[in-house]
């Protein structure tokens, strides 16, 4: 991990220990797949953390920091942030740090947990609208046409629009896409092929795509066991890394596909990213007049998950009635 959470002009010697395990905490997450811009929160929150410390000499010591410091840590953020989500958010973070304090026999115990958390601000979506959003799709389904067969090129294309349909039709965020694996796609003769979810706090769940996902996804998994047999490579997950040479792994992680959709951007002249994109498939499904009920449970989220942001934003924006499914 390259970037340091302060210039060591700023760093003092007292909260050393922190920035220590600050960026244990960074390269952790990165190691295991956290996306660049989660990283990229985080580094910013603990940031905001470190100003906190160097403002308060008493808690110095990681061991010092008690039930007070957290209290005083929480009226430091609200004195500078009006927005509450931001409070929560870098609250968050230092609950997930002290968590990893503990995995590291460094803490005895998270202190954060024992403060309340603040209810969370429904913020309005910001969704890619659906004229870019058809655009987007057209662009990447011209890529499939214009792939030779049997090359890397089409499998990758293949792949992208892939991802562009669990993104808008499925609404599946990266994390639940980078875990998939080929065998999570259901496909069936009498029925729309589905995408199956397997949190692993809660029992599986499956959500319904496009009848033409079917056939892209069957001519995709045949050139991929084809490429696969062909080059001695061996894997079970949907996705992949390559090159422009060769595939390089199998997996996708989240870090990578919102690299792909950054890509996307500049290619294709758009501003998209997987919330934005994922975002227009809630609009979408609202538009289509499918009850928020049926929506929590294609998300995976709790029946009293709350859409008023989403309603709201579907009302008072006409372009929202354009949104439709893309097959």
Same mark, same amino acid.
């Given at each position: ?150 090359? +890397? ?12 349909? +669990? ?43 496009? +009848? ?86 294609? +998300? ?28």
């Amino acid at each position: 991990m390259q970037k340091e959470i302060l210039s060591p002009n700023q760093a003092t010697q007292g909260i050393q220990q922190y920035l220590h395990y600050q960026q244990e905490f960074l390269q952790h997450y990165l190691e295991n797949g956290k996306s660049a811009n989660s990283l990229k929160c985080y580094r910013l929150d603990f940031q905001c953390f470190n100003e906190f410390l160097l403002s308060s000499p008493g808690y110095f010591a990681i061991q010092s920091f008690n039930n007070e410091a957290v209290e005083s840590f929480r009226h430091f953020l609200e004195s500078r942030y009006q927005n509450i989500n931001s409070v929560r958010r870098k609250l968050q973070t230092l609950r997930l740090f002290f968590d990893f304090l503990v995995l590291k026999r460094v803490y005895p115990e998270n202190p954060i947990k024992k403060i309340a958390s603040a209810p969370k601000a429904l913020l309005p979506p910001h969704p890619l609208v659906f004229e870019q959003t058809m655009l987007l799709f057209h662009k990447l389904e011209e890529q499939v046409a214009a792939a030779e067969q049997s090359d +890397l090129s089409l499998l990758c294309a293949q792949r992208n629009l892939i991802l562009f349909h +669990l993104v808008y039709h499925g609404c599946l965020n990266v994390s639940q896409i980078s875990a998939l694996q080929l065998d999570d796609i259901l496909l069936s003769q009498q029925q729309a092929p589905r995408v199956l979810i397997a949190p692993k706090k809660r029992d599986p769940y499956s959500v319904m795509l496009p +009848l033409a996902f079917q056939s892209l996804y069957q001519n995709y998994s045949q050139g991929l066991r084809r490429y696969q047999e062909k080059n001695n490579l061996k894997f079970t997950q949907l996705l992949f890394n390559a090159n422009a040479h060769k595939i390089l792994r199998g997996g996708l992680s989240a870090r990578g596909i919102e690299e792909i959709f950054r890509r996307w951007s500049e290619a294709f002249h758009l501003s998209v990213t997987p919330k934005a994109l994922r975002q227009s498939g809630i609009l979408n499904w609202i538009n289509q007049k499918i009850p928020t009920g049926q929506i929590s449970e294609r +998300l995976g989220v709790a029946p009293s998950y709350n859409f008023a942001n989403y309603l709201k934003y579907y009302q008072d924006n006409a372009h929202c009635q354009q949104y439709q499914d893309l097959i």
